[in-house]
């Protein structure tokens, strides 16, 4: 099956730092990419979908300025999390749109986790 | 509204035992289905999917669903369990008037005692 991959798994970070985390579908591309948040016993949220050369759709309550998503390649797309702080700590998932999408089956990353002290 | 519900957020069965996790959706039109499982500190894995083909899916690990359109359910069996069955599942919904997007149920976490 399809192939996604998170970078980093796991990272620690102080307060007012900027985190990048990469999504890469490894053995297929992916034009479009969704990045999801879950917070701990909580179901995923979506927060963004990641179009390849054009700019991510962001979903409502979901600020554009603070989670910045690149999608500069058809295998690759990051989120950027600008000036973290306590409550920006979760765990993200990304997943990449696979085939035609007629089925929209999406793959999913291993995810990252997000601390912020 | 919600469009997807899971029926209980726990489900406690004996190794060996029926594994039932309910699934119902609320859309006029039959929508693609998903079963995934997510291990603790880990991504989804997809279980099976169901897209207009044929009612009974069968899955991954002994997972099957039935997509039933008169109940608008969408529950996940498998016969009998397995300690490594243990995890949070996860329905999902899929389709037009989802925008094609993905909509994921509240999860529900299977404990297997042995």
């Known amino acids: 099956g399809a192939v996604v991959s998170q970078h980093p798994s796991r990272v620690i970070c102080k307060s007012g730092t900027s985190v990048k985390i990469e999504c890469r579908s490894l053995?297929?591309?992916?034009?479009?990419m969704f990045w999801y948040r879950q917070f701990p016993k909580q179901s995923l949220m979506l927060m963004a979908t990641s179009n390849e050369g054009s700019k991510a759709t962001y979903e409502q309550g979901v600020e554009k300025d603070k989670f910045l998503i690149n999608h500069a390649s058809l295998t690759l797309s990051t989120l950027t999390v600008a000036s973290a702080h306590p409550e920006d700590s979760s765990f993200y998932i990304c997943?990449?749109?696979?085939?035609?999408?007629?089925?929209?089956?999406?793959?999913f990353g291993p995810g990252t986790r997000l601390t912020v002290l | 509204a919600q469009s997807v519900t899971q029926l209980g957020s726990h489900v406690s069965v004996s190794e060996g035992a029926l594994v039932l996790l309910r699934c119902n959706y609320s859309s006029s039109v039959p929508p693609y289905l998903f079963w995934y499982v997510q291990y603790p500190n880990q991504g989804l894995q997809l279980l099976l999917k169901y897209t207009s083909a044929a009612t009974l899916v069968k899955g991954i690990n002994g997972f099957e669903a039935e997509f039933k359109k008169s109940e608008t359910s969408f529950h996940l069996t498998k016969p009998s369990a397995h300690m490594s069955d243990a995890a949070e599942y996860f329905c999902a919904v899929s389709g037009s008037l989802y925008g094609n997007k993905l909509v994921f149920g509240a999860g529900t976490i299977l404990r297997v005692k042995s």
């Open positions: 997943s990449a749109l696979a085939g035609g999408g007629e089925y929209n089956e999406q793959f």
């Open positions: 053995d297929f591309q992916a034009t479009t």
